[in-house]
């Protein structure tokens, strides 16, 4: 089948591109998104629009492709453009060329080079992982750390409900990390951050309820017949808004969830939540990117010590 690699700022789509857009990734992922999810999703950038290489059927139909989402990142002590790199596909009739989301993911990455932009970031699933991995020669950074609060072990081991912990003990628990974090310092903020405007946060969490005065937002997601809430921080937080958050969250929504989950690191001391073993973690997010530019970065981007980087920098909640 004849195919063409074309470059695309967001701006540059017509309606008609984003119905064929829309349809061929709908098809591959069997997911259910709508022509406004991806505008929104795209647009919402320090920019206001993102990068996108795309393989184009001889109609014109672009039938997969890659994107890259420009966002301002805190860079020990200035601020740097990275992008995201996302929802990377090809539809199955076009896989025959091997290579052409590398060469969608090339011409993308050209234009980066062109607008001075020193780092591509993502989190790839396992499959897209090793290709990106073996191609392009991105760097691991490093496995997202979940952060877990049982509510509710009966529901979570699928056993007697008898196993559920008492809301009573969940409370006393919350209450003694509450007070007990008004004795713990703030550590310093993370070298490497992502700057978050009042414009990114109201698109980004407008499903998500927050939490007064805390940089704490959540939502409950019913996953294999659990119900998690996963909570999202949009700044550098202290032991005391964490432990704020759980104890927000206990008094309102312990009688409707069975566990609370944070994705990412978490650079403070602090008990209100428990590290969950990186070997039996039931989904590994893996974070991985490559440098365009090194005179601009340097090695320290693959230490994952120093980021502060968690669901809210990518979109899968």
Excluded at 14 to 39: A, G, H, L, M, P
Excluded at 84 to 100: H, S, T
Excluded at 253 to 258: L, M
Aim: hydrophobic residues 40%.
């Amino acid at each position: 089948m004849k195919m063409k690699i074309k470059f695309f700022y967001t701006n540059q789509l017509f309606e008609t591109d984003w119905i064929s857009y829309t349809n061929s990734f709908n098809q591959v992922f069997t997911r259910n998104f709508s022509i406004i999810n991806f505008k929104e999703k795209y647009t919402n950038t320090c920019y206001g629009y993102s990068f996108h290489g795309f393989i184009l059927d001889e109609d014109n139909n672009i039938v997969g492709g890659c994107s890259a989402m420009p966002y301002k990142y805190n860079y020990f002590g200035s601020e740097r453009v990275f992008v995201l790199f996302v929802d990377a596909f090809v539809q199955n009739e076009y896989r025959k060329n091997e290579f052409a989301l590398f060469d969608a993911y090339s011409i993308v990455k050209e234009e980066l080079k062109r607008r001075e932009i020193p780092m591509i970031i993502s989190v790839p699933n396992d499959i897209a992982y090793l290709f990106w991995k073996k191609l392009a020669r991105w760097k691991d950074i490093g496995i997202l750390p979940w952060y877990v609060m049982p509510i509710k072990l009966g529901n979570l081991m699928k056993k007697n409900k008898i196993f559920n912990i008492s809301y009573i003990f969940v409370w006393l628990w919350a209450l003694t990390n509450l007070i007990f974090s008004f004795f713990l310092k703030r550590k310093a903020p993370s070298s490497i951050s992502l700057s978050v405007s009042k414009n990114f946060k109201e698109k980004r969490l407008r499903n998500y309820s927050s939490i007064k005065d805390t940089p704490f937002h959540y939502s409950i997601v019913s996953e294999d017949g659990i119900k998690a809430l996963y909570l999202l921080n949009d700044d550098c937080f202290n032991a005391r808004q964490l432990s704020r958050a759980v104890w927000h969250i206990i008094n309102k929504e312990s009688k409707n969830i069975d566990i609370v989950i944070y994705v990412g690191n978490i650079n403070i001391l602090q008990l209100s939540l428990i590290k969950f073993p990186m070997e039996k973690l039931p989904r590994k997010f893996l974070f991985c990117g490559g440098i365009i530019d090194k005179k601009v970065l340097d090695d320290r981007v693959f230490d994952y010590s120093y980021w502060d980087f968690s669901l809210i920098n990518f979109d899968v909640r």
